[in-house]
């Protein structure tokens, strides 16, 4: 019986170890970053975004209401330029394989890559990522968390939505754009 159980408990602790990816994830990457030089990390309660007026549907008000926080983590070029291309192909890496990240759409703007990813159902979506890097601006990533949030709904929003400059940090936001 003790030898069926040291076996047992073996082949459990084997099968745990070869299950754990050595793959980075979004989250460990968001919160190491927090901790590197050169890193601006801006987390944007949704308490900041307020509607521009009352006049908007009461689908715009929802969808607001579905947005729980909105995380920026950026690498401003100037001053890091040889940390660029590490991250950018970091970040990369993070979402090339990944299943869960699905495309929702890319472009390019003026010399800057910026690629949209969803988490969850196309209609009821639970995280949206934007990846975005440029050789004049440097590579960042935001990551907004909700419930069941509607994409065309929160395009819709954005055109209503201000933010509340009073409350933030102006400093923090004026590093990722120098």
Do not use: W
Request: hydrophobic letters at 40%; glycine letters at 6%.
């Amino acid at each position: 019986m003790k030898n069926t159980t040291k076996i047992f408990s073996l082949l459990f602790l084997f099968l745990m170890i070869c299950s754990c990816k050595n793959e980075k994830t979004l989250q460990e990457y968001l919160v190491e970053s927090q901790e590197k030089t050169g890193f601006i990390a801006v987390d944007v309660p949704t308490s900041f975004l307020q509607l521009k007026s009352e006049d908007v549907s009461e689908d715009v008000k929802l969808t607001l209401e579905s947005i729980r926080k909105i995380s920026v983590v950026a690498l401003p070029i100037k001053g890091n330029e040889e940390m660029y291309d590490d991250e950018k192909a970091t970040l990369k890496s993070i979402f090339k394989d990944n299943t869960e990240y699905k495309n929702l759409m890319s472009m390019k703007v003026k010399g800057l890559h910026v690629t949209i990813f969803y988490k969850g159902n196309p209609a009821s979506i639970d995280e949206v990522i934007v990846f975005g890097y440029g050789k004049k601006v440097g590579v960042g990533v935001a990551r907004l968390l909700g419930n069941k949030m509607n994409p065309a709904k929160i395009i819709e929003m954005v055109s209503t939505v201000k933010i509340d400059t009073e409350k933030l940090n102006r400093e923090q936001f004026s590093a990722i754009f120098n």
